[in-house]
């Protein structure tokens, strides 16, 4: 149910359904949301990556903060981590199925971006 809050100069429309724990964006959105993850899932959804490698493909991103974020993801299940050598260590990362049904968001998003200009 839409109510009407009125304002000095227009009326706004809110939405009064509130609800006692977070909805289906904000749930989304804390997956998601986090700074860098959702170009994590983006640089590893056509194969494992390197950290290293993608730590460079993120530019920005700290090695801590590339580091940070892609635990968080492994322990959300969007990707998977694998030691592929011991001396010196190296690992990859791979998007999960779980991962991979994040993309068609991830596209949309992609697409709207370059639609917009922004």
């Not at 227009?10 to 749930?27: F, H, M």
């Not at 030691?83 to 994040?102: K, L, N, Q, W």
Request: glycine share 6%.
């Amino acid at each position: 149910m839409k109510s009407t809050l009125k304002t000095k100069n227009k009326n706004i429309k809110i939405n009064s359904d509130s609800c006692a724990e977070p909805c289906s964006i904000e749930r989304g959105m804390r997956i998601l949301g986090g700074k860098w993850k959702a170009s994590i899932l983006w640089h590893v959804k056509d194969g494992p990556v390197r950290f290293n490698d993608l730590s460079r493909m993120l530019g920005g991103a700290s090695k801590k903060m590339v580091d940070q974020r892609l635990k968080e993801l492994e322990s959300q299940g969007l990707v998977n981590r694998e030691v592929i050598c011991t001396r010196p260590i190296a690992v990859t990362y791979e998007i999960t199925d779980f991962g991979r049904s994040a993309l068609d968001i991830l596209e949309k998003l992609k697409d709207w971006t370059e639609e917009n200009n922004l």
